[in-house]
């Protein structure tokens, strides 16, 4: 076998790139259906954006960890400024001002920022001595990398960006060992204060996504129409759907968003509960590769930024699931590798290439999580 594949072929991380390669095929087919059967807008374009950035995660699984060590606060500052100057020059999509335009790409730093700060906590984490893991010195700086770029989200606005930050540094903190009393003590602050967000820090059109999600029978044809057209083409495809191209909630528009933040409707609607299943299985073996390069990486750094970035995928993955179900409000967060979108899957992408890297280099020295 050796002697017929070239051994720079041989030696790509094929298990993953067969998992990505098969969301991807799906989510293209199911762009392909709710464009009526073409090519264009979404589903050509989702493929060549896959193939450049499997290319651009392939070359950066290449590179040794203390490379992605030393690149860590210069990408980190850099993407600050990004988000600032969003504020300063960035376009208005969707009524929030969060994208730069690059002229070839519309960028959008708040999906940068997102990996970029799982890295910022493990290098943070993996010079904190042992014995300090219990102190303040543990979060104080968790804080100084969080409160920044939260607050330059927030105004855009993008809640969701700023959730995912906490999110994933509140994995990796976890992961290296923070005491659970802080997590306790994070969730009843969190409780005091949501109230307080909801009524004067939310746009009124916030505050409807967080009623209707409690409520969306209230305004069907709404601010509760995109839940419920989006149980509606779930529920019409029953076990095994309605057939390839046959969807009528998606053709007939419906469903708002159904070749990005509600791609999964449409493919329910047409796919059925198997189509889903055949998703979530992808995703299991997604994720289960990405904690298993976690666990086998014999440093601590390694660990941490492979486990923070797998759980960065799943957050995308959990919040769109359960927002086309009604069980989460609805939220600008696409579904991973099958919805629509050029920020998101660089996102992704970014993520998928820095675990190969931890994968092809694993380190010489074992490490643990506390």
Not at 237 to 264: A, M, R
Request: hydrophobic fraction near 55%; proline fraction near 6%; include cysteine.
């Amino acid at each position: 076998m050796n002697s017929i594949v070239p051994a720079p072929i041989a030696s790509l991380p094929w298990r993953v790139i067969f998992i990505l390669m098969a969301l991807v095929g799906f989510g293209a087919t199911v762009l392909y259906s709710a464009a009526g059967g073409h090519f264009e807008p979404w589903a050509g374009k989702h493929i060549v954006r896959f193939l450049l950035y499997l290319a651009m995660a392939l070359i950066m699984s290449r590179m040794p960890l203390d490379f992605w060590k030393n690149i860590t606060f210069p990408v980190y500052l850099i993407l600050l400024l990004m988000l600032l100057a969003v504020e300063l020059m960035g376009f208005v999509g969707g009524g929030s001002r969060r994208w730069i335009d690059l002229g070839i790409i519309s960028l959008q730093p708040s999906e940068l920022m997102k990996p970029a700060m799982v890295l910022a906590a493990a290098w943070f984490f993996d010079r904190l001595p042992p014995n300090r893991i219990n102190g303040i010195d543990a979060l104080w700086p968790l804080a100084a990398l969080l409160i920044l770029p939260s607050a330059l989200v927030i105004i855009q606005p993008d809640f969701d960006a700023a959730i995912a930050y906490a999110f994933s540094l509140g994995v990796v903190g976890f992961m290296a060992g923070l005491p659970l009393i802080y997590f306790i003590g994070a969730g009843g602050t969190l409780a005091v204060i949501a109230p307080l967000v909801f009524f004067f820090g939310m746009k009124p059109y916030q505050q409807d996504r967080v009623l209707i999600f409690l409520n969306p029978e209230n305004e069907p044809l709404g601010a509760g129409y995109h839940i419920t057209q989006s149980k509606i083409a779930i529920g019409s495809g029953g076990i095994f759907g309605k057939g390839f191209g046959n969807g009528t909630q998606s053709h007939l528009d419906y469903l708002p968003e159904g070749h990005t933040d509600f791609v999964f409707a449409t493919m329910a609607e047409e796919w059925g509960i198997i189509g889903g299943f055949f998703i979530l299985g992808l995703y299991y073996l997604l994720m289960r590769w990405g904690l298993t390069v976690a666990m086998e990486s014999k440093t601590r750094y390694g660990q941490l930024v492979a486990a923070g970035l797998t759980c960065t995928i799943f957050f995308y993955i959990m919040i769109n699931l359960l927002m086309v179900v009604g069980l989460a409000p609805v939220a600008g967060i696409p579904l991973p590798f099958v919805s629509h979108g050029g920020s998101s899957m660089l996102t992704m992408m970014i993520c998928v290439g820095i675990i190969m890297s931890i994968e092809r280099h694993p380190g010489a020295k074992r490490g643990q999580f506390s």
